[in-house]
Antibody, heavy 119, light 106 residues
Framework: EVQLVESGGDLVQPGGSLRLSCAAS????????MNWVRQAPGKGLEWVAY????????YYADSVRGRFTVSRDNAKNLLYLQMDSLRAEDTAVYYC????????????WGQGTTVTVSS | AIRISQSPSSLSASTGDRVTITCRAS??????LAWYQQKPGEAPKLLIY???TLQSGVPSRFSGSGSGTDFALTITYLQSEDFATYYC?????????FGQGTKVEI
């Protein structure tokens, strides 16, 4: 079964750091580009970051560029999101999502992990 | 960034109804337009990609259409399990963007 499982979400103070992980299984992780997408409470979906299969290219939303870093370990089938200088507006459910091979759409999503930034 | 305007933001419907949700992109996105369904507490689920291609396992009552900047999702014969929030999404260019969502309520 193709599966993505996020972890690492927590309550953190403003200015703090957190690292999210996304464990992939059931498919060839090393051949797929990956994304992080977030959803603030009661709000819509916001794309956060993208990384190619070989980590050669990364893209970020303006709202997180310079504070968040996406990375991956293909040997361990893991995707990461390092989040620094966290702000209240970063509070959200964070999803990892796979980019499909046949089409570049995000076709498989994890169940999400919750990040709360509050003092 | 490509902005997407989705309408309506919410709608009330009954089982058996035909429902159409529209999205307009601020610039042409070719066919790189997808639709997702999200139920409370769940992750988004891909319904349609490449404007009109049905994702495997998605019922045929869902269909997508459009081109350039104007797109639509149609649900024919609405079922109880279809009450959810729907998002359109352009993956033509980064930053990837989503519509604001349409909540389909009973």
């Amino acid at each position: 079964e193709v599966q993505l499982v996020e972890s690492g979400g927590d309550l953190v103070q403003p200015g703090g750091s957190l690292r999210l992980s996304c464990a992939a299984s059931g498919f060839s992780f090393s051949t797929h580009s990956m994304n992080w997408v977030r959803q603030a409470p009661g709000k819509g979906l916001e794309w956060v970051a993208y990384i190619t299969s070989t980590s050669s290219t990364t893209y970020y939303a303006d709202s997180v560029r310079g504070r968040f870093t996406v990375s991956r370990d293909n040997a361990k089938n893991l995707l990461y999101l390092q989040m620094d200088s966290l702000r209240a507006e970063d509070t959200a459910v964070y999803y990892c999502a796979r980019e499909g091979m046949a089409d570049e759409v995000m076709d498989v999503w994890g169940q999400g992990t919750t990040v709360t930034v509050s003092s | 960034a490509i902005r997407i305007s989705q309408s309506p933001s919410s709608l009330s419907a009954s089982t058996g109804d035909r429902v159409t949700i529209t999205c307009r992109a601020s610039q042409a996105v070719a066919s790189y337009l997808a639709w997702y369904q999200q139920k409370p507490g769940e992750a988004p689920k891909l319904l349609i990609y490449s404007t009109s291609t049905l994702q495997s396992g998605v019922p045929s009552r869902f269909s997508g259409s459009g081109s350039g900047t104007d797109f639509a999702l149609t649900i024919t014969y609405l079922q109880s399990e279809d009450f959810a929030t729907y998002y359109c999404h352009q993956y033509y260019d980064y930053p990837l963007t989503f519509g604001q969502g349409t909540k389909v309520e009973i």
